[in-house]
């Protein structure tokens, strides 16, 4: 899977939102988020921001809903 980069202030959340690949399992993208599966677009580097943007736009076509896990 494929995870974007987190500051350390995203390591003490301890959540993430995952999007699962839906042609390759194993893959996928997780940003950091809180307990409701929000994330910070402020807090992620310019390509972690537009991956989470993509995966958005391609749910149910690239990406399945997004789950919120624990890390």
């Known amino acids: 899977m494929a995870l974007a980069i987190f500051s350390p202030a995203d390591?003490?959340?301890?959540?993430?939102?995952?999007?699962?690949s839906l042609?390759?399992?194993g893959r996928g993208l997780a940003f950091p988020?809180?307990?409701e599966g929000h994330v910070d677009l402020d807090?992620?580097?310019?390509?972690?921001?537009?991956?989470?943007?993509?995966?958005?736009?391609?749910?149910g076509r690239d990406y399945?809903?997004?789950q919120v896990c624990r890390r």
Do not use: I, K, M
């Open 11 to 20: 390591a003490q959340s301890g959540f993430e939102l995952r999007f699962q």
């Open 23 to 25: 042609f390759n399992a």
């Open 33 to 35: 988020c809180d307990a």
């Open 43 to 59: 807090g992620l580097s310019d390509s972690a921001r537009e991956n989470y943007l993509f995966a958005r736009a391609v749910v």
């Open 64 to 66: 399945a809903t997004p």
